[in-house]
């Protein structure tokens, strides 16, 4: 795969999905919870359902926090666009690779544009469903509220998500799952999600930040008004890091959100053939 055709496809994709242009995100505290009384769903739960979208979206990389689209224009212009890390902890920015992993990783970045095994291929550029908590930081997302649970849905890759909120146990050890399994509760208007029995064959970004089905991802969404959300995960995995590290990602409501199906399967050429970048085919 070339990475002109990959960049090329993600570049006109994220330009037909981003909101606004982009906004350097500071690895500052969250906004303070306002006094907002949001109203309330049968079963007493706050009452955030809608479209939700990251204000400042994309997953070429986290440290910085950068969309593909930029990366494209980056290099296209030779200018380099300034940009805070996702990593709000450690206090550096980065995130606490062992060496190892840390080597594994500027490998799979070196790689990402002419991999030499199919492994090496970013997930989510093969039209795999991209995990938790990747799909919070691209996507828009909706939120719905079903009694005694929270389901998020995204039009990308078909994906769903259904969170419990009745204290059950999580599934098997044995168990693995591409978005992982959740339970959460309410602390007033802050959703946290202990999701354990992750898959982690997806990445986090395209550059090749990962994690291992060891992992264990604590999530909090910030509820600070009706329409200003603050997604926060906290990563562990000592098989991996040093230490537990969080991202934050400022998220907007998106009242007028219309949800088109976005199909994506691996082996996509059609935006290519259509730019006339890759010449036509013919049969099956």
């Known amino acids: 795969m070339r990475w002109q055709h990959t960049l090329f496809v993600v570049a006109v994709s994220a330009a037909f999905l981003a909101p606004a242009p982009m906004v350097a995100q500071a690895p500052a505290a969250p906004p303070a919870p306002r006094p907002w009384p949001p109203a309330r769903t049968a079963d007493g739960q706050p009452d955030v359902?809608?479209?939700?979208?990251?204000v400042n979206g994309g997953t070429h990389s986290i440290d910085p926090a950068k969309s593909s689209a930029t990366d494209f224009e980056e290099r296209l212009s030779g200018k380099v666009t300034p940009t805070a890390s996702r990593v709000v902890d450690p206090p550096d920015g980065h995130i606490p690779y062992q060496p190892w992993a840390r080597e594994l990783q500027k490998k799979l970045e070196a790689e990402y544009e002419n991999p030499t095994r199919p492994e090496h291929i970013d997930t989510q550029t093969r039209c795999f469903v991209p995990g938790i908590p990747r799909l919070y930081y691209f996507p828009t997302f909706r939120i719905i509220q079903p009694p005694g649970m929270v389901v998020f849905v995204w039009d990308e890759y078909h994906a769903y998500r259904v969170v419990p909120l009745d204290g059950r146990p999580h599934a098997p050890k044995g168990v693995k799952l591409w978005v992982g399994d959740g339970r959460g509760r309410w602390e007033g208007n802050t959703l946290v999600v202990e999701?354990?029995?992750?898959?982690?064959?997806?990445?986090?970004?395209?550059?090749?930040?990962?994690?291992?089905?060891?992992?264990?991802?604590?999530?909090?969404?910030?509820?600070?008004?009706a329409n200003s959300l603050t997604y926060e995960a906290t990563i562990t995995d000592p098989t991996v890091f040093t230490r537990p590290w969080t991202m934050r990602v400022a998220q907007r409501r998106m009242p007028d959100?219309?949800?088109?199906?976005?199909?994506?399967?691996?082996?996509?050429?059609?935006?290519?053939?259509?730019a006339g970048v890759e010449p036509a085919t013919t049969g099956k």
Not at 49 to 54: F, K, L, M, P, S
Not at 196 to 203: C, E, V
Not at 211 to 221: H, L, M, P, Q, S
């Open 49 to 54: 359902q809608g479209a939700w979208r990251a």
């Open 195 to 225: 999701t354990t029995n992750l898959k982690a064959k997806s990445r986090l970004d395209v550059i090749g930040d990962f994690f291992t089905d060891k992992a264990t991802i604590v999530e909090r969404f910030i509820f600070t008004d």
């Open 257 to 274: 959100e219309e949800f088109w199906e976005w199909a994506c399967h691996e082996g996509e050429r059609d935006a290519a053939v259509t």
